[in-house]
Structures are given as structure tokens and as C-alpha cells.
């Protein structure tokens, strides 16, 4: 489908564990030229309501980008009680041409940023296959007096890459998570994180390595 976007209600039973390939596979430097297609299996939490989170595929099979319109977390003021903190879990199923396998190199995290003098933000990310033990959470801070966009990148050494088991499909899955906190700050004075921004054009962008399976 065009963009690499299809949206799905079903959600794909839960598989036996994905295993890294193994380093000896031949390593393709260059993205597959076939398309690679993204369907969208679940997506839930209270930063991404139905509707409110949309995926579209690069044209060169390079990365894939997570549009948000709805993440925001704030405390203070008049703040809900529960809105400190909202979270997003997506659930992807990634269509691979066949013989390559793929991996998240780097997640280039954006959004806009609001925080009262003494107050605090973080946003957090992990990434897993479905069936696969959820890797250890990667954690960026933010302290106020602030007001601008903020960004966040998490990168992987290629070492440490974990591959798509060939020839099986396996939802990939995505957790992040918007936190603040008033802190010190006046009660009366909101502070705020959001993974959009106004005019729509901050985004999440993940990019992907490529390589080429094992023959059999």
C-alpha cells in the first residue's frame, strides 16, 4: 500500500522467541529494493487514542516514521491527576522482501517542551519482538526553566543489533512513554511534554539496518 501504511483491528498470536541472526550472515550495506510494507496491529495507550498515531514507510526502505497528534503529558494548574504521565505501545507487523532481515539502528525522537522552573520531564523507549524479552529501557531527561522542541536519539552499535529471525514473521513492538513532574514548581503553573507539535511536523523517525539472511 502506498506510504506503507494499513491499518489493522486483528492482533497476531503470541510466537515462540526471536533469536539475533547470527553475525557470520552476509551484511547488506544497501536497503532492499523491493518495498516493505507496515501494517499497524495494534496501537495502544493513553498518548496514542485510536486514530491519533499514523506510520509511514520511507521511499527508500530506509526508516519509517511514527506521526503522533494527541502525546502530551502534563502536570500542574488544573492538570488531571493521571495526565503526568501517558504512554504509547505499538504494535507493527513489518513485511520484509524476502531473503533480508532488518533491525532498528537509531530512533530519532522529537516534540515540543514546556516546564516551569523546578519541574522535570522524561521520556522513555523500548524496543522488542513479539515473543522476545523487552529491551532495557532507554531513558532521556529534562529539567526546567523550559520552552522550546526538544529531540532524543537512541542508537545501537551494530554489534549489538537485534535482527528479525529470518524467514518468520514477528511483530515488532515500540513502548514509549511521556513523564512529568511539578516538582518544586509553582502548583499553580503548568508544565507540559508533547511528541508532536503544533503545525504537525515533529515526528518519530526509526531507522533500519538491513542484511541479508542466511541461505538455506
Avoid at 34 to 47: E, L, M, P, R, Y
Avoid at 89 to 116: C, E
Avoid at 118 to 134: D, W
Wanted: glycine fraction near 8%; aromatic fraction near 10%.
Amino acid at each position: 500500500m502506498a506510504g506503507g501504511l494499513l491499518l489493522s483491528g486483528a492482533v497476531a498470536a503470541l510466537l515462540t522467541t526471536a533469536l539475533p541472526v547470527q553475525s557470520s550472515s552476509p551484511v547488506f550495506d544497501d536497503p532492499p529494493p523491493d518495498k516493505i510494507v507496515i501494517d499497524v496491529a495494534t496501537v495502544n495507550g493513553s498518548g496514542c487514542p485510536a486514530g491519533t498515531a499514523a506510520v509511514a514507510v520511507s521511499p527508500d526502505n530506509t526508516a519509517f516514521t511514527v506521526t503522533y497528534s494527541s502525546y502530551l503529558a502534563q502536570a500542574g494548574g488544573t492538570s488531571d491527576p493521571t495526565a503526568f504521565r501517558k504512554n504509547c505501545q505499538l504494535n507493527l507487523v513489518v513485511h520484509v522482501p524476502q531473503g533480508f532481515t532488518y533491525a532498528i539502528a537509531s530512533a530519532d525522537y522529537r516534540g515540543f517542551l514546556s516546564l516551569q522552573p523546578g519541574a522535570s520531564a522524561t521520556q522513555k523507549a523500548s524496543y522488542y519482538f513479539q515473543g522476545s524479552s523487552q529491551t532495557v529501557p532507554r531513558i532521556h531527561p529534562f529539567n526546567g526553566a523550559y520552552n522550546d522542541d526538544w529531540q532524543a536519539t537512541d542508537s545501537t552499535d551494530w554489534a549489538q543489533l537485534v535482527w528479525a529471525p529470518c524467514g518468520v514473521l514477528r511483530n515488532f513492538n515500540i513502548n514509549t512513554e511521556l513523564r512529568v513532574s511539578a516538582g518544586t514548581a509553582n502548583p499553580d503553573k503548568v508544565s507540559f511534554m508533547t511528541m508532536d507539535s503544533t503545525d504537525g511536523n515533529i515526528s518519530t523517525v526509526y531507522h533500519m539496518a538491513w542484511k541479508q539472511c542466511p541461505s538455506a
